[in-house]
Nanobody, 119 residues
Framework: VQLVESGGGLVQPGGSLRLSCAAS????????MNWYRQAPGKERELVAR????????NYADSVKGRFSISRDNAKNTVYLQMNSLKPEDTAVYYC?????????????WGQGTQVTVSS
């Protein structure tokens, strides 16, 4: 199983970034996909979630209206479009795949990608 994030970097306040997470080794289309982030000295927090077929999305209040999660099940990839970035969005962003089947949890994580918002 692999989740490989890309697209992070340094961006000025007000700018945009698009994160991608390429998945392999499991049935991507059966999993809920999440983006989490962790800033220095803070706990990891859920940023956005998308259901397996992409029909439902949820966002943390802090990113509503600025971030958008999407997925392409044909490409086994989930995206996070981040607009109007703020310095407080600076964090390591992690891709997560989650499923609960027949009494078992399946929970996979990527290695993370750094997003830094600074002038």
């Amino acid at each position: 199983v692999q989740l490989v994030e890309s697209g992070g970097g340094l961006v000025q306040p007000g700018g945009s970034l698009r994160l991608s997470c390429a998945a392999s080794g499991f049935t991507f289309s059966s999993y809920v996909m999440n983006w989490y982030r962790q800033a220095p000295g803070k706990e990891r927090e859920l940023v956005a979630r998308i259901t397996s077929a992409g029909g439902t999305t949820n966002y943390a209040d802090s990113v509503k209206g600025r971030f958008s999660i999407s997925r392409d099940n044909a490409k086994n990839t989930v995206y996070l479009q981040m607009n109007s970035l703020k310095p407080e969005d600076t964090a390591v962003y992690y891709c997560n795949a989650f499923s609960f089947k027949r009494g078992y949890e399946y929970d996979y994580w990527g290695q993370g990608t750094q997003v830094t918002v600074s002038s």
